[in-house]
């Protein structure tokens, strides 16, 4: 329990805001991951409390926490939005060298489809 007692700050006195071991945090908070999962979002209010883990010679991982009953419902999306995100996800999965679209979206490390980035030795790039 010492490793929790580190990280045990409710009044915020020595964080700055309230501090809690990492799966402690009490009622009423989630990290935006969690309002999401409940259909929510922190709707412009700040970040209310923390929780922190301690690592073995790195700096302690923090997760941002905010009150539920201050958060509200996520915007529903619209058609125009639904156009603009299919329109991304083309372009992530078109390769910019041969222009061929993949049902998968192409590695960022390459920058291309993979048969363009590594041509067959003969010369050919082979089919798409």
Do not use: N
């Amino acid at each position: 329990m010492v490793a929790h007692a580190a990280f045990f700050d409710p009044t915020g006195s020595r964080y700055g805001i309230p501090t809690y071991p990492w799966k402690c945090a009490p009622d009423g908070y989630a990290t935006r991951r969690g309002l999401r999962a409940m259909g929510l979002r922190p709707g412009g209010q700040e970040v209310a409390a923390q929780v922190m883990r301690g690592r073995h010679r790195r700096p302690p991982l923090v997760a941002y926490l905010y009150r539920i009953d201050l958060a509200k419902p996520v915007r529903p999306m619209t058609s125009r939005k639904w156009g603009a995100l299919a329109l991304a996800m083309l372009a992530r999965r078109t390769c910019p060298k041969c222009q061929g679209t993949y049902s998968y979206c192409l590695p960022t490390s390459l920058g291309t489809c993979v048969p363009c980035a590594y041509p067959d030795p003969d010369g050919s790039e082979g089919s798409h």
